[in-house]
């Protein structure tokens, strides 16, 4: 089953605006990370919020969630032309009885414009 | 430090031919991660393995795909024969020992296949 999903697909913005993703899910989660993907390179992970948490930041990023309404966002503060990425949230899926994996978005193109 | 390795990073090949995909996780990772990407289909975990042992391979797409990790430094990935439908960007990833959601994965920069 596909758990996170990702909105906006694409987001265009200037250089020193705020960029806000949003990612919703189906069932309950232990923890959701936010990774980001350059273009032809791996991931790379983020942040990791725990069910328990509501908020979390790390440098420019700040991550909220929302476990009431099954979501998550991710907010990019003053944004740099570095930043131009996919971000991808990712939720744990149940797998069988007691099984478990990491399911992935599909992802919000973020293009920041010098 | 070195990340995740992972080789060849690009790989054309006829239909029918065999295919292995090499990776090296961090030193110190006991969680090794397996995953396909694709416009269609997003990133999809294909297997992992955690201490080497195989733990989850319910993604793995067809008896065409095998995957081993024989030590703690090394794994692969085989697609025998392989088909145009394969064609992909594969991912290896790894963490450090918790469940599938707890830690951070760390990607190598995955190799490109394209089955001709």
């Known amino acids: 089953s596909q758990q996170g999903e990702e909105d906006p697909q694409a987001l265009s913005i200037q250089e020193g605006e705020n960029a806000t993703m949003n990612c919703s899910y189906k069932?309950?989660?232990?923890?959701l990370q936010w990774y980001r993907q350059n273009s032809g390179r791996g991931l790379v992970h983020l942040i990791l919020?725990?069910?328990?948490?509501r908020e979390k930041h790390s440098g420019r990023l700040r991550v909220t969630l929302d476990t009431s309404k099954k979501s998550s966002s991710l907010l990019i503060t003053a944004s740099r032309a570095a930043d131009t990425a996919s971000y991808f949230c990712?939720?744990?899926?149940?797998?069988?009885?007691?099984?478990?994996?990491?399911?992935f978005g599909e992802g919000t193109q973020l293009t920041v414009n010098p | 430090d070195a990340g995740v390795i992972q080789s060849p990073r690009h790989e054309v090949t006829e239909m029918g031919q065999e295919v292995t995909l090499r990776c090296k996780p961090i030193?110190?990772?006991?969680?090794l991660f397996w995953y396909r990407q694709t416009m269609m289909r997003g990133l999809e975990l294909l297997i992992y393995?955690?201490?080497?042992?195989?733990?989850?391979d319910s993604g793995m797409p067809e008896d065409r795909f095998s995957a081993k990790m024989p030590n703690a430094s090394f794994s692969t990935l085989k697609i025998q024969p392989s088909e145009p439908r394969d064609s992909a960007v594969y991912f290896c990833?790894?963490?450090?020992?918790?469940?599938?959601?707890?830690?951070?994965?760390?990607f190598g920069d995955g190799t490109r296949l394209s089955i001709l």
């Open positions: 990833a790894s963490s450090v020992l918790g469940t599938v959601s707890n830690q951070p994965q760390h």
């Open positions: 069932t309950s989660i232990n923890n």
């Open positions: 919020i725990r069910s328990n948490e």
């Open positions: 990712a939720t744990d899926d149940r797998v069988g009885t007691s099984g478990s994996r990491l399911t």
């Open positions: 030193s110190g990772h006991n969680s």
């Open positions: 393995f955690n201490n080497n042992v195989p733990i989850d």
